[in-house]
């Protein structure tokens, strides 16, 4: 059932309920968030004690993201073509039945590794649906002179979430356990349903000429992509986009065999707090900020800043020094993805998000599995005898970045970083994606006569 809104008479088009809806709805969803990133920690370490198989628990991670990686093009027409909130109710009722299964499973003593693997593979299909929904909803929710705060908000409500949920998590289970974990999860469920059910959600006018795409799930699925296509520089922006995803992707995996080479966990336990404390500043920048005015700008120098930050952090083994330099890249990553994804709210039709960011989410969800393909052997196959003392560049690039246990994988960092420049340098050479804000008109209504005339003026 569709919300009941009043009418922005000067526009025609509902009227949006604004930030302060935007936030409620957000601290919901990250709350109950929280709770379930508590739960699949707590899963994780208690399997890999369970059997010592490090083969276990990475069945686990890729459960939790290569389903909604595939199922997202669905998910994202499934958004587009019902109710948003009910789709984001289904959803969050979805989590609470199967964290629940998993919770009889573990009391009553019956868990398995597979029950885990079978149920976060289930969770992660319905969770598919969930954030091209919330991503879609934020045109309808916010005015547009508040997207690059609410961008702000969303990238920040996902940074703390992974600041403080090891740590957490960690803490609990020592004092209450899995099973005290299990209860918390389906507590911080209650807030995600219940911000939901009060937050009015618009449903999108259809302002694009989708009305065939409609009548046939295969050809809808497909209009999302040709939408994208038909927009000159919105392909390459994608494009940009899921090499930046492939790259954190990449250095989540790489970064532990090579700070381990240096320092123990202690320090590797340093180094990724400090990380991610740079997203959550990075987060508070572009909110207090906004971007520049061409988001584009935006989207490219934050990219340049991240690969600036790949050549350089693994140079010097040093805790400081790299704890730096994964400050660095995480403080820039969510002003480029924050820019990143307010262009595509603009440029994109309201009534097409859902399948556009669906699209988008897969196109980035199967980065992680393909960054962990490639970069592990690559690593352990060249990179890594390479570097060691009687290694081929011991005496070029030794002299620069030492030799030994971990100074193979800081090469292919950096390796990474300059070509990952290049791919941001020949972006913006592109006049198509250098001008996008300028060449593509906005296609949802702005919200306020600011807007208006800064559209004008954009397009002039």
């Known amino acids: 059932m569709e919300e009941a809104l009043p009418i922005d008479t000067d526009n025609g088009l509902p009227e ?48 939790a993201s290569l389903p909604a990686a595939f199922i997202s093009p669905l998910a994202g027409t499934m958004v587009d073509r019902f109710n948003r ?39 992660a299909v319905f969770n598919a649906f969930v954030l091209p929904a919330v991503t879609a909803s934020i045109t309808m929710l916010v005015h547009t002179h508040e997207l690059p705060k609410a961008n702000g908000m969303l990238s920040l409500a996902l940074g703390v979430v992974q600041l403080l949920a090891p740590a957490i998590a960690g803490a609990l289970l020592l004092s209450i356990g899995l099973k005290g974990i299990f209860l918390i ?51 390459g922006l994608l494009s940009l986009h899921a090499a930046l995803a492939f790259n ?15 320092t123990d966990a202690a320090g590797l336990g340093m180094i990724a707090s400090i990380s991610g404390l740079g997203m959550v500043l990075g987060s508070i920048l572009i909110m207090a900020w906004g971007g520049p005015d061409r988001k584009i700008f935006g989207v490219s120098g934050g990219a340049m800043v991240v690969c600036i930050g790949l050549i350089l952090m693994p140079i010097q083994p ?37 399948r556009v960011f669906g699209l988008r989410a897969f196109i980035c969800g199967i980065t992680a599995p393909l960054a ?47 070509i990952s420049s290049f791919v941001v340098l020949a972006a913006m050479a592109s006049p198509n994606i250098r001008r996008i804000d300028l060449t593509l008109p906005d296609l949802n209504q702005p919200s306020t006569p600011t807007d208006n005339s800064r559209v004008q003026v954009e397009n002039s």
Not at 30 to 42: A, E, M, P
Not at 408 to 415: E, L, Q
């Open 85 to 123: 909130k009910a789709v984001l109710l289904i959803g969050q009722t979805s989590a609470v039945v199967l964290t629940a299964s998993l919770m009889i499973l573990y009391w009553l003593e019956f868990l398995q590794v597979w029950h885990i693997v079978l149920i976060t593979g289930l969770a």
């Open 185 to 235: 999860n389906l507590t911080t469920f209650f807030f995600g349903i219940v911000a939901l059910i009060i937050t009015p959600i618009p449903q999108p006018p259809h302002v694009s000429d989708n009305k065939e795409s409609k009548d046939n799930l295969i050809k809808s699925m497909s209009f999302g992509w040709n939408h994208v296509r038909q927009r000159k520089g919105m392909v």
């Open 16 to 63: 949006k309920p604004g930030l302060r809806s935007f936030t409620f709805l957000l601290v919901g969803q990250t709350i109950s968030l929280l709770g379930n990133s508590l739960t699949s920690f707590g899963l994780g370490v208690w399997a890999y004690q369970k059997t010592g198989a490090v083969t276990d628990f990475a069945m686990i991670a890729l459960a």
């Open 248 to 262: 954190i992707a990449a250095i989540g995996m790489l970064m532990t065999p090579m700070v381990l080479g240096f």
């Open 372 to 418: 962990i393909v490639l970069a592990g052997p690559l690593a352990d196959g060249f990179f890594e005898p390479n570097m060691l003392p009687d290694g081929v560049w011991a005496e070029s690039l030794g002299l620069i970045y030492g030799t030994g246990p971990g100074r193979g994988v800081a090469v292919m960092i950096s390796s990474m970083g300059i």
């Open 318 to 354: 040093s805790v400081a020094f790299v704890a730096l330099g994964g400050l660095l890249i995480m403080v820039a990553f969510p002003v480029s993805t924050a820019c990143n994804q307010e262009i595509f709210q603009r440029k994109i039709a309201s009534d097409v998000q859902g």
